[in-house]
């Protein structure tokens, strides 16, 4: 399932991330997301979430909430 | 190197944090990630990095997220050059009860490792840092982990080397650091956050903190700062008009009227923009600029903007310069270009007495004239936004937004001041040298026929300004308003805004009904309207040509330093130009036929006009999709 749908405090690991950017992959893996890593959603905010990845905390939308796949 | 800049900036350091004989020079390089060069700032930092060669790297590194900073460390020690790790932010980790055992991480790394708090200033790491750098001078540094060989052009094998680098980091973070509060756990800034990100008082709370903002900077301490400074340099033009009283006409001119009086505003203005930054820094500093660009976001993205946008816009109606410079806290290229080359269109402060003076004199003071000025210019801003997108924005279709939340804290005041005085420094360098040279040219043409002889009043006409001015009248026949003293006030427009109404004054030999010093109408706004001979269709159009076109020379200059691309900003102006050409061109003659029932003057050669520059616009467009098209082919 994605980001949007995951319960707010839990820890889910990164099954993959869906898009053929390359520019936000590489992005998002400085970052500590990708696949194998614990992310956990700390909130749900307007229009996206706030994201809790290895130790820094970052605002994301939906799009990208949408194309992080996680189990 | 943790530091968010986006340039490389270098400075010698000072002796108090050396006490040794050799001339330190720091570099600093833009904040990175990683050392692959996927955004302009990261490539300012590995080509640095890969070809200038340095003695010694001073790594920044960001103890509150050590796995994620180390990744990149790991790979700058493989370069081969000695590296001293500052471990910065550590007070934030004391109080989160992190600790991090920096004597292991030496060890581990093979470099010295120094705790540092950057934000204050009696911070005895920065001159250990300093000491300890200059000590890894010509040593050989190793990389505590060192990537397999692997073909680099193969995506997958550097993926699957990075997760391993990855994986190394993550067992040293282990290892150095114990941590009591997880970053995910739920904290005050959530709660925070919960309110000032709301999806319903979010927008409100932002627009109660600008309006703040706006008063304090524009409408209170700004202008009692500027009063004061600017009290003085009339003193001082006073003492120089009266030292040059016996030179030439012509360097009296330039003198007094054109540099000093120049210098002057440039002085007048900068009070109201240093306290804008001081505020806004302090907005920085606590984290409330990070949780606005959430708020706004997902409205600028629909049209290509950056939820950043907004500080920018919001800026400029105080003052074009300081607007369009706090575009540069836009990270994507394409996104501040846009805001910058778009911010213009927010009518600035110099351009409320062009309003005030054609709201009296041909509307009756009525209100809705300025109200009208600041809504076409938001409508411009988002439709010149959809326009830059189509024609720039195809590498970027497809966006996501993502931006790192800090958390709250107290501001730094001393931070705030300084970094308001080196923007402010920036200010007056840049604009200032622009406002110069200008101001400077424009005073002597309006001054001077050809001859070089000084003109008399009542034969404007024959001045510089007049004859060069007459042809650009021609051109604005079609929006109503083609006398060369319209034009030429229009031209003086571009110095700075607000002499429009004093040109306007001057060249119609009305001055007994506006006050050149105050800019005001003084009554008898029938007389004027005659003496303008314009219809009030003309005169609206006139009046938005001035709003939307580009704006005071200052500004572009502040365009210049923050686009940083010859081909953008002409864009730009162009963009600008054409937006205010139409935009008259529509007002006016569509007014004509509401009120005269037939179209103006000149409506096929404006048609004209306007459908080629649409054409052009058109023609960019299919190229930026044929362009999109061949790379996603």
């Known amino acids: 399932m994605d980001l949007k749908k995951v319960h707010t405090g839990e820890e889910y690991i990164i099954k993959e991330i869906l898009t053929n950017d390359e520019e936000l992959d590489a992005f998002l893996f400085s970052l500590g ?18 994201v809790s990845i290895k130790d820094g905390r970052y605002s994301i939308d939906n799009a990208l909430a949408k194309a992080i796949i996680v189990q | ?22 001339e330190l020079v720091a570099v600093d390089l833009p904040g990175a990630y990683s050392m692959s060069p996927f955004t302009s700032e990261e490539s300012i930092a590995s080509g640095y990095v890969k070809h200038e060669n340095p003695d010694v790297m001073i790594n920044i590194v960001d103890a509150t997220n050590l796995s994620r900073s180390l990744f990149f460390t790991t790979q700058l020690m493989e370069l081969g050059i000695p590296m001293v790790v500052a471990l910065n932010k550590s007070d934030v980790n004391e109080k989160r009860q992190t600790k991090i055992d920096a004597v292991k991480l030496s060890e581990k790394l093979g470099c010295p490792v120094i ?10 790491g920065l001159a250990k840092l300093v000491e300890s750098a200059v000590a890894q001078k010509g040593k ?18 550097v993926k699957e080397a990075d997760r391993k680098r990855f994986e190394y980091v993550n067992r040293l973070v282990k ?17 925070i956050d919960v309110v000032l990100t709301n999806k319903w008082i979010g927008i409100p709370i932002f627009a109660a903190v600008m309006f703040l903002v706006f008063h304090i900077s524009q409408a209170t301490l700004g202008p009692w700062i500027a009063d004061y400074l600017v009290g003085w340099i009339e003193v001082f033009q006073g003492v120089v008009a009266e030292a040059v009283a016996d030179a030439s006409p012509f360097l009296q001119s330039l003198l007094v009227d054109g540099m000093i009086g120049g210098v002057g505003a440039v002085i007048g203005f900068l009070p109201l923009v240093m306290v804008m930054y001081f505020l806004i820094a302090i907005l920085e500093d606590v984290g409330y600029m990070a949780r606005v660009s959430v708020v706004l976001d997902p409205i600028f993205k629909r049209v290509g903007l950056s939820g950043k946008s907004v500080i920018p816009f919001v800026i400029t109606t105080g003052c074009a310069i300081p607007g369009i410079m706090a575009s540069r806290t836009i990270k994507n290229e394409r996104e501040r270009r846009a805001t910058a080359m ?6 600035c402060g110099a351009k409320l007495p062009v309003i005030a003076l054609f709201a009296g004199v041909f509307f009756g003071d009525a209100a809705w004239v300025g109200t009208l000025m600041y809504f076409v210019g938001i409508v411009l801003i988002f439709f010149g936004a959809l326009l830059v997108n189509k024609i720039a924005g195809h590498k970027t279709r497809k966006s ?10 107290a501001p730094s005041v001393k931070r705030a001041f300084l970094s308001m005085c080196s923007r402010g420094w920036a200010y007056i360098v840049k604009a200032g040298t622009v406002i110069l040279v200008c101001n400077t040219v424009i005073q002597i043409m309006q001054t001077f026929d050809w001859r070089l002889q000084v003109v008399e009043e009542g034969m404007e006409h024959t001045s510089i300004l007049a004859s060069i001015a007459s042809p650009f009248a021609v051109l604005l026949i079609p929006l109503g308003f083609g006398a060369w003293q319209l034009a030429a006030a229009a031209v003086t427009g571009f110095i700075a805004k607000e002499n429009v109404v004093g040109t306007l004054a001057v060249v119609y030999g009305i001055t007994n009904f506006i006050n050149t010093e105050e800019l005001v109408l003084m009554g008898g706004a029938n007389e004027v309207a005659a003496m303008l001979g314009l219809s009030s269709a003309a005169a609206l159009a006139y009046l938005m040509f001035n709003l939307f076109t580009p704006p005071c020379f200052a500004a572009i200059g502040a365009m210049n330093s923050e686009i940083k691309s010859k081909k953008w900003l002409f864009g730009g102006i162009g963009l600008q130009l054409g937006t205010g050409y139409t935009v008259a061109f529509l007002v006016y003659q569509t007014g004509t036929l509401i009120t005269e029932g037939t179209l103006g003057t000149g409506f096929i050669p404006g048609l004209i006009a306007v459908a080629v520059m649409a054409a052009f616009v058109i023609c960019l467009i299919k190229k930026a999709d044929r362009d999109a098209a061949k790379e996603y082919a």
């Open chain 1, 33 to 50: 997301c990708y696949s194998g890593e614990p992310i956990t959603v700390v909130s749900h905010l307007r229009g996206g979430c706030v």
């Open chain 2, 1 to 22: 190197m943790g530091r968010r800049t986006v340039d490389k900036k270098e400075s010698s350091i000072k002796k108090s944090f050396y006490s040794g004989s050799e």
């Open chain 2, 115 to 124: 705790e540092t708090v950057s934000i204050t200033a009696s911070d005895k």
């Open chain 2, 140 to 157: 050989v540094q190793t990389a505590p982990y060192v990537q397999d060989s692997i073909d680099l052009n193969d995506k997958a094998q």
């Open chain 2, 175 to 191: 290892e150095v650091e114990t941590r009591k509060v997880l970053t995910k756990d739920r904290n005050i800034n959530d709660k």
């Open chain 2, 342 to 347: 778009l911010a213009p269109f927010m009518p």
């Open chain 2, 400 to 409: 996501f937004f993502i931006v790192e939340l800090p958390d709250y804290k």
